[in-house]
């Protein structure tokens, strides 16, 4: 097939088995602490993670994984960081402080293809990609060229959330990716002084767009003080385990992914793999 | 000066004294919500005011605004639609609904460039510019070719809100558009079960960073519910006026955004006015 037609083959990425976007239609919304937690309780569940950070305009994952070390490349393959027994890699980890990336859209296209295809993931069980919000040049880039087995789609229940996150839904179905579901996050505080419930963002919203566009309901998270301490601190509450009610919640939507991911691949058909 | 080269002169928008961008590094912070608002207050104080919703990927200003029409042309120029007094143009009045607008960067370029000339905006005070969150190619665009007069910095005190807000100070530094302030958001909440004040994403990080980068501070905002529900229904909390508690910290920081924009115009020299 020559270049520029518009069927480009999806080329899967050697080792790699399964690659999960996490995405949202709006910023803010808690997108990276999913990604980063989901991340840590598929590694600490056994299998083999990495977590790429795409929000090249706004990488947050060095913060939240407590690393900002510069990677190392061995021949013409970036090696990527470990953390929490996730293998990372951020255009924090390159440009670090306070300097902002202005860059146009075909620039960040070659940016996204050297973090899948320029780092040396080894053998992945799953790659996690932390999207940038909404429906611009990097998303496009990335879905367009890579074998994306589905996609998470994170919203809060307030109404300007929801209306993004559907916009969000509809461009992973133009693009044919399977949508693994959604996840309500934000969804209530409870107070740490009263323990009542607090409905800041309104709440529910999440579950009744999911069953409205078909797609899965993953989960309602709390707004919880803990969680973005320990975002902020760089140990995200997944690191206390599975059994820890800080992180559990995680857990739960970490084997919802692992379920909705086998099933997307066995609807897709046996995937062509390639080893090195 | 022959297009193409780097110091394209930045032409006036005939009929508009000052454009007000106001921007975040990171989505959900609360951006378009303090930019409706404090459009609503300098329309409410007298001044002729427009909202120019820039945020293409994620249009919330029809939302929030309680507008969904479609504009009309009249010739070859766009009529702005109207409400609580502010012009207003945003691509949602044109793709509304769930349609993802999934476009790479120079057709948001020509999108942007449009809505700034080829709109229909009379003779404003202020034009207030709701930026997309991050540093991309639609704040690239409009920086590099509007008479930007100064830029308002949205961030919540949370450290990864801090980390990309600084971002956006440094673009906006590089590009030589004054800093009218920060603006800490969702800064604390108050539990309407027990009244007592919950520090959701940290407190106090905003004022610090202004501090730490030679900015005014604007002021804190609480993470209020009626101001979200204000946003959600189409009547945001300028609305009930300036001596209405829920929404008089818009008006507050109005006022300032009025004196920041008379000094960075008065240290810029005279500006050149054409008027159609």
Known sequence: MSPGQQAQPKLPIPGVKNLIAVG???????????????????????????????????????????????????????????????????????????????????????????????????????????????????????????????????????????????????????????ILGIIENMSWLQCPHCDERIDVFSTGGGRRMAKDMGAKFLGALPLSPQVRIGGDTGHPVATFGPEDKRGADFYAIAKLVVEGAAEASSVAGPTMTVSD
Chains 1, 2 share one sequence.
């Open 24 to 178: 949202s239609g709006k910023g803010g919304v808690g997108k990276t602490t999913v990604a980063v937690n989901i991340a840590i309780a598929l590694a600490r569940l056994g299998f083999r993670t990495g977590l790429l950070d795409a929000d090249v305009y706004g990488p947050n994952v060095p913060l939240m994984m407590g690393m900002n070390q510069t990677p190392t490349a061995v021949g013409e393959r970036i090696q990527p960081l470990e953390n929490y027994g996730v293998k990372l890699m951020s255009m924090g980890f390159l440009s670090p402080g306070d300097k902002p990336l202005v860059w146009r859209g075909p620039m960040l296209h070659s940016v996204v293809q050297q973090f899948l295809r320029g780092v040396d993931w080894g053998d992945l069980d799953y790659l996690v990609i932390d999207l940038p919000p909404g429906t611009g040049d990097v998303q496009l880039s990335l879905i367009q060229t890579a074998p994306v087995t589905g996609a998470v789609v994170v919203t809060t229940p307030s109404d300007v959330s929801l209306e993004d996150a559907r916009k969000a839904v509809r461009m992973f179905e133009q693009v044919k990716v399977p």
